[in-house]
């Protein structure tokens, strides 16, 4: 059951939609949100790990000012973050911490239901259809389901899940049919095989998943490349679930490379289940 | 939620424990209970497979000997578990299928929320002690989480969580809540390390996950061999819930060690999460 959601914000822009996204999932499952800022450590060490050259501001200096600026932005952005979400009716708690964001994040996942994230934080400059490299690595290294919002917020109407059988689609479609029960969206199923029966019949074992759950799902069966596919079967009110990894292959240290291209170019909200 | 609870039965001895105790999941959860026997086709197939040297049945009179023989035995056994089950409330689907019996288990596993087996079938002859090779290759490759039964049927009545706050145990400790929520067992929560702090503050992060889903853990915390200290807290009365595989070793294809030491000597049911 979903109590506990990680909402791990540093206030930029993609963030603001994971904000909003996360805002809603709790209210709906009346879970409790936590809120996260992680104090980049690597900001706070610069000093001692880069070659200043000629520029030479004392390195204690230097922490303090940064360690001050963090912590006021940390503090601003939870603030505005409690105040807009507190007002949905949600109950809120606000955590700061310091140390490498993606550790950080992985190690208060363990303690909650689902993790929320945006496409990418303030580091990663403007690639509006890039992934951030902490939102990557959260991905591949998160022990609990990790939610990426689109870069405008929406509020799902409808699970669109993507399965193909292997562990991860496996877990994604138990995630889901928990998810679309509490949220109360309706489920579609999305198996793309070239062999027209293993399709079917890959899309009629998760329906009879969702089913047993209380759900009903509407199937739908593809051929051709799974990431063309599924880009072009999410809409941007989907609520997109998939595995990690892709099926067959030995990726443990790279994200599959389905979800990772269907993740650069998602139009919605992705939930990705290792 | 636990919907749909898979039992895999041969009817061997160690085979009744896990009937036991599927049934009373299914029957605390309101889960449907789906019974698996499996053909194996290994014992179909043997005649192709072995050099019978001067024996000389003809292979297709021993294929439909066989295959009555193992059809009698499936409708048997699952007919006398329908029989015992339903009588005490539960909803029951029979199902026989022909394969290598932990392919087919784990492909059943896709569409269930719970496994449960015993801890050896009819082949494995008779070490009370062993783990059987199906049971060790399903909690390899099973994508959902699985109960190995201890020997002795015996209605669990604590929730004891092995937590090393590896991948595998946090999806214990996701399990365990959900688990314990619904069959309303007590929970403790064991860690096992040399450093006393990271054991306490191991402890209290998963006692703060169980108060978010409704559940009070007691908490005890151990320095030593996992394995020992592991086997030492269960007692027959107690659900062990733990990852398969251990912290930081790359085991992907091994059963995880403390898993599988404990496994062997548990003196009550086992549950294993990937």
């Known amino acids: 059951m979903i109590k506990r959601v990680l909402l791990a914000t540093d206030g930029s822009g993609p963030a603001l939609a994971a904000e909003k996204l996360a805002g809603w999932l709790a209210y709906k499952t009346e879970a409790v949100l936590e809120v996260l800022y992680v104090r980049d450590i690597r900001l706070i060490r610069m000093p001692e790990l880069m070659d200043w050259g000629a520029i030479s501001i004392p390195v204690p200096v230097y922490h303090e000012e940064i360690e001050k600026v963090l912590s006021a932005r940390a503090e601003a952005v939870l603030e505005r973050v409690r105040r807009e979400t507190e007002s949905g009716g949600v109950r809120v708690e606000l955590v700061v911490e310091t140390g490498v964001p993606y550790q950080v994040i992985v190690e208060e996942a363990r303690t909650v239901d689902l993790v929320v994230l945006g496409r990418a934080g303030e580091a990663s400059g403007h690639e509006a259809t890039g992934l951030g490299s902490t939102v990557e690595r959260v991905i591949r290294t998160s022990p609990t389901p990790v939610i ?62 969702f089913e047993d759950h209380g759900l009903h799902a509407e199937i739908q069966t593809a051929a051709g490349e799974p990431d063309e596919r599924i880009l072009e079967a999410q809409t941007p009110d989907d609520l997109l679930a998939m595995g990690a990894f892709g099926k067959g292959l030995i990726r443990n240290l790279l994200l599959g490379s389905t979800a990772e291209l269907v993740l650069r170019r998602a139009v919605g909200p992705v939930l990705v289940v290792r």
Chains 1, 2 share one sequence.
Not at 164 to 192: M, Q, W
């Open 148 to 209: 990426v919002a689109a870069l405008e917020p929406r509020e799902p109407r409808r699970l669109l899940l993507a399965y193909d059988g292997s562990d991860p689609a496996t877990r994604a479609l138990h995630v889901s049919a928990e998810l679309a029960g509490a949220l109360g969206l309706p489920v579609v199923v999305l198996t793309i095989n070239d062999d027209a029966l293993k399709a079917e019949s890959l899309a009629a074992e998760a329906a009879s998943y």
